[in-house]
């Protein structure tokens, strides 16, 4: 092949993985058969599907596409079938007339497979461990069923297949009658209990936490924004909100709402802040900022005029902070698919050489790397174990704390079995009788800091106990995990360090990092081609 047609391969390659990185998003569990999309397109919710019959299912007796066996099926409720007891699928032979378990509900679980979103089930242990896995594809009309039947390939794993409005994001989300209740000039409280909303780590003290921003529909204006603090432009003062207007030479700046007349308020699902002005401005501009939950990025809009009311102007605000619970402090909220603890965790206090947040929440994205707004990253993916085996295995309590007879095993990023800790991050195991259990899953990873002056630490959940590890940054090219143990105040709750130059904080990011070095390359490329013309 010709260089030329070498180059324009590379170059036509650079734009189709630009795309697939831009365009990546996940659906994060928020109950048993919902989950909502991290690109802030809205929830999927399966319940309008359900029956809440438990002897008759939604989907029942199905003929298979791909055996010779009859299939039924239930989101979100358990049903009873025959042997079938409490389960989500069911199988049935009929030349044996014969029921087999293929999941129970409260195994349910949303997982990303590529383009493909699907509802996982599991039923049984050992041999006799059944797997079902459930396509969601959004599509409009009548809802419809496969049931394509047992793997050919892989002993004891189903495939189904559910097409429905309900698996489009938005589609049959339930209207939720929660408000959130104010409780200060940036922060409210849930009434289903859910959580805070808290903006405090978004806001800035030292200026706008965004600046200058462009409207859509506007050329000339330039719209800034800070919850939380008041901060001063031009002759805009001790503002929330204010816009830049460059009109024949002259610059002004106009105030769209104070923060001490901030208020939030519900309309439907969708949460808001406005922005008053003082009744001695003469202008009366006003702000309506809606707060969108994202769990893996922030970034603020300005859809500038509001048309349907006069002197409002509208913003959107994307943040893990407008999750319910995400940024309360301290953070008291694991992820929404495992269970709290009965009373708050406590981060364990910094030392000197611990790493630092650089002024807001470290920004999750994968499994173990998160991204301050500064662009300043901790990234432990050079730490990732994939062999199987834990990087830190069968570790007692480190000094000067006393033996507790167990031996604990942590793996930062991938996940690792051991006895009866399956695909977790972290495991117990009895030092004499060498039972183990598991102290959080891989998948149920947060980075959490409890405040400004506090380290960063992940927090791994599981069932009804969690794990906290605080990170802590070192010159020394080793890694070293301190096993601190049980916490005494916090009952079903484990505490570690781990000690690695890998826990310091890098400059720039390193999603922008990768992310330049790959438009340089296609930038390179696209001038070799150019000059070859």
Same mark, same amino acid.
């Given at each position: ?31 048993? #058969?919902? *989950?909502?999309?991290?690109?802030? !397109? ?7 599907? $359900? ?32 042997? *079938? ?21 409260? /195994? ?14 599991? $039923? ?30 892989? =002993? ?5 297949? &559910?097409?429905?409005?309900?698996? #489009? ?66 002759? #805009? ?132 790397? #998160? ?10 993916? /050079? ?25 604990? /095993? ?10 009866? *800790? ?8 009895? /030092? ?15 980075? !959490? ?7 960063? $630490?992940?927090?791994? !959940? ?19 995990? =301190? ?26 990011? $390193? ?5 330049? &070095? ?9 001038? &070799? ?5």
């Amino acid at each position: 092949m010709a260089l030329y047609e070498i180059t324009l391969l590379l170059l036509v390659s650079c734009v189709l993985l630009g795309t697939n990185v831009a365009s990546a998003s996940t659906c994060e569990q928020s109950g048993p #058969c919902t *989950c909502r999309m991290s690109d802030g !397109a809205g929830e999927i919710d399966l319940s309008a599907l $359900a029956s809440s019959d438990s002897v008759l299912p939604a989907f029942q007796n199905v003929n298979s596409t791909g055996d010779d066996y009859v299939y039924s099926y239930n989101p979100c409720q358990p049903f009873t079938q025959g042997t *079938c007891k409490d389960v989500s699928a069911c199988q049935f032979v009929p030349k044996l007339k014969t029921y087999f378990p293929l999941g129970t509900q409260d /195994s349910a679980k949303f997982i990303q497979e590529g383009q493909d979103l699907t509802l996982r089930y599991i $039923a049984g242990q050992g041999s006799s461990k059944r797997e079902t896995k459930v396509k969601l594809v959004c599509g409009a009309g009548e809802t419809t069923f496969t049931a394509e039947g047992q793997d050919p390939n892989v =002993i004891n794993l189903y495939h189904f297949t &559910l097409k429905s409005p309900c698996a #489009c994001p938005g589609g049959c989300s339930k209207p939720s009658n929660a408000t959130c209740r104010q409780v200060g000039p940036c922060s409210c409280n849930m009434t289903d209990g859910s959580g805070t909303v808290d903006l405090h780590r978004v806001g800035r003290k030292d200026g706008p936490a965004f600046r200058d921003i462009m409207s859509p529909s506007e050329v000339a204006d330039r719209y800034s924004y800070n919850p939380c603090y008041p901060f001063s432009l031009g002759s #805009c003062r001790d503002a929330a909100a204010c816009v830049s207007t460059q009109t024949h030479g002259v610059h002004m700046e106009n105030s769209l709402g104070s923060q001490d007349k901030a208020a939030f308020f519900n309309t439907g699902s969708n949460l808001y802040i406005v922005y008053g002005t003082d009744r001695n401005d003469s202008k009366g501009l006003t702000s309506l900022v809606q707060l969108v939950c994202d769990r893996h990025r922030e970034s603020f809009e300005a859809q500038g005029p509001n048309p349907q009311e006069k002197g409002q102007y509208l913003f959107t605000l994307r943040s893990p902070c407008a999750c319910p619970g995400m940024c309360e402090t301290p953070v008291t909220t694991p992820p929404a698919h495992t269970t709290a603890p009965p009373t708050p965790v406590t981060v364990p206090h910094p030392s000197p050489n611990t790493t630092q947040p650089a002024h807001a929440a470290c920004v999750q994205y994968g499994t173990c790397a #998160c991204m301050f707004k500064n662009g300043s990253y901790i990234d432990l993916t /050079s730490l990732e174990q994939t062999s199987g085996e834990p990087l830190f295995k069968d570790h007692p309590l480190s000094s000067p704390r006393r033996d507790d007879g167990f031996y604990y /095993s942590f793996n930062p990023c991938a996940p690792f079995t051991e006895g009866k *800790c399956e695909d977790v991050a972290v495991c117990k195991k009895n /030092s004499l009788a060498g039972s183990e259990v598991s102290l959080g899953k891989q998948d149920s990873s947060t980075f !959490a800091t409890a405040n400004e002056n506090s380290p960063v $630490a992940i927090m791994y !959940a599981s069932e009804n106990r969690m794990s906290i590890v605080s990170l802590r940054c070192t010159e020394e090219k080793r890694n070293r995990l =301190i096993v601190l143990g049980a916490d005494p105040k916090v009952p079903n709750t484990y505490e570690f360090i781990l000690e690695s130059p890998q826990c310091c904080l890098h400059k720039g990011g $390193a999603t922008a990092v990768r992310g330049s &070095l790959m438009w340089i390359v296609c930038a390179l490329t696209f001038l &070799l081609v150019n000059g070859w013309r």
